[in-house]
């Protein structure tokens, strides 16, 4: 998801990673809300963002990253209006890594969930992280058959950088939430209302009882909201709604029905819809491809 006024330093690919440097002289945030299969992460060289996580906003400076898990919304934005900053991130096809990550001693089955959230250096460390990324940009500009190993063995050295310093500081690090100052304010507000939303997305919506909930009026709910998550109140539920579908498709064998009227769809044929909106997928294509997955992944466990 691109921010107006981005410049792009360096972007390469190799199958299982995708890297890109971005530097931005005069601040910006998403626009849109962004999510993707992959795992993200994020490493902010230079200025500070907010960055909101599945219902959570952090407080990035230099020396810190951020890990995100798959399926999990996140949008950055601004702290102070036209500050610069600069960025380097890497998305990371836990399929493909998986076998190298645990041939190394990583939970790889688990790395977004365990390690999700903002992680700080120490200055040696974040010193050996930029050498890192430096390196992995010259690789990607030599090519060739010798880039996909090699960036493959840095990836794998970054990674073990953000573990250790994540598991150093995951107590120390929260998100926003009581801060001093209006925005905090706000973002403390969002978070209580998103973590409302997963919790009751089966339910209908009423913005003016839920901005009564929380005694704000729905002008504000809606501004704040839409500013801190890229959704409007009504999309977030029904992000919150196909997470859940995908949860209950996956992991129980409820008919198509039974599940969309679980998750808040009376109508089916709508939720079918929605559905392939969202996922590009109908929610019965998508059971067949993650059951297809987990088998996979059960019979070449059985082998060994």
Same mark, same amino acid.
């Given at each position: 998801?691109?921010?107006?006024?981005?410049?792009?330093?360096?972007?390469?690919?190799?199958?299982?990673?995708? *890297?890109?440097? #971005?530097?931005?002289?005069?601040?910006?945030?998403?626009?849109?809300?962004?999510?993707?299969?992959? #795992?993200?992460?994020?490493?902010?060289?230079? @200025?500070?963002?907010?960055?909101?996580?599945?219902?959570? %906003?952090?407080?990035?400076?230099?020396?810190?990253?951020?890990?995100?898990?798959?399926? %999990?919304?996140?949008?950055?934005?601004?702290?102070?209006? @036209?500050?610069?900053?600069?960025?380097?991130?890497?998305?990371?096809?836990?399929?493909?890594?998986?076998?190298?990550?645990?041939?190394?001693?990583?939970?790889?089955?688990?790395?977004?969930?365990?390690?999700?959230?903002?992680?700080?250096?120490?200055?040696?460390?974040?010193?050996? /992280?930029?050498?890192?990324?430096?390196?992995?940009?010259?690789?990607?500009?030599?090519?060739?058959?010798? *880039?996909?190993?090699?960036?493959?063995?840095?990836?794998?050295?970054?990674?073990?950088?953000?573990?250790?310093?994540?598991? =150093?500081?995951?107590?120390?690090?929260?998100?926003?939430?009581?801060?001093?100052?209006?925005?905090?304010?706000?973002? *403390?507000?969002?978070?209580?209302?998103? #973590?409302?939303?997963? =919790?009751?997305?089966?339910?209908?919506?009423?913005?003016?009882?839920?901005?009564?909930?929380?005694?704000?009026?729905?002008?504000?709910?809606?501004?704040?909201?839409?500013?801190?998550?890229?959704?409007?109140?009504?999309?977030?539920?029904?992000?919150?709604?196909?997470?859940? *579908?995908?949860?209950?498709?996956?992991?129980?064998?409820?008919?198509? %029905?039974?599940?969309?009227?679980? /998750?808040?769809?009376?109508?089916?044929?709508?939720?079918?819809?929605?559905?392939?909106?969202?996922?590009?997928?109908?929610?019965?294509?998508?059971?067949?491809?993650?059951?297809?997955?987990?088998?996979?992944?059960?019979?070449?466990?059985?082998?060994?």
């Amino acid at each position: 998801m691109r921010i107006e006024n981005e410049d792009v330093q360096f972007r390469g690919e190799v199958p299982g990673v995708f *890297a890109e440097e #971005v530097h931005n002289l005069s601040g910006g945030s998403m626009q849109t809300r962004h999510v993707h299969e992959s #795992v993200e992460l994020y490493f902010l060289l230079e @200025g500070e963002r907010y960055y909101f996580v599945g219902q959570d %906003t952090y407080h990035l400076c230099p020396k810190m990253a951020i890990l995100i898990n798959s399926d %999990t919304i996140h949008k950055t934005s601004n702290c102070r209006q @036209g500050q610069r900053y600069r960025r380097f991130l890497m998305q990371l096809d836990m399929g493909r890594l998986k076998p190298a990550l645990s041939a190394l001693g990583y939970p790889a089955e688990d790395l977004g969930t365990r390690f999700a959230g903002p992680a700080q250096f120490a200055d040696g460390e974040w010193e050996q /992280v930029c050498q890192t990324i430096r390196r992995i940009e010259e690789t990607f500009a030599i090519g060739g058959t010798y *880039a996909k190993a090699r960036v493959w063995t840095l990836t794998l050295l970054l990674i073990g950088a953000f573990l250790d310093a994540r598991m =150093n500081t995951a107590a120390s690090i929260g998100p926003l939430r009581r801060e001093a100052g209006v925005e905090a304010e706000a973002f *403390a507000r969002v978070h209580e209302i998103a #973590v409302y939303l997963q =919790n009751n997305c089966a339910r209908s919506l009423d913005l003016d009882s839920l901005a009564a909930r929380y005694f704000v009026s729905r002008s504000y709910l809606t501004r704040i909201f839409r500013k801190t998550t890229g959704f409007t109140v009504t999309e977030y539920r029904t992000y919150c709604r196909i997470a859940q *579908a995908k949860t209950l498709l996956t992991a129980t064998d409820a008919d198509i %029905t039974e599940i969309a009227a679980r /998750v808040g769809f009376g109508n089916i044929t709508y939720f079918e819809r929605v559905f392939r909106q969202n996922v590009s997928l109908t929610p019965m294509q998508y059971r067949r491809q993650h059951r297809s997955a987990q088998s996979g992944v059960f019979a070449g466990a059985a082998k060994e």
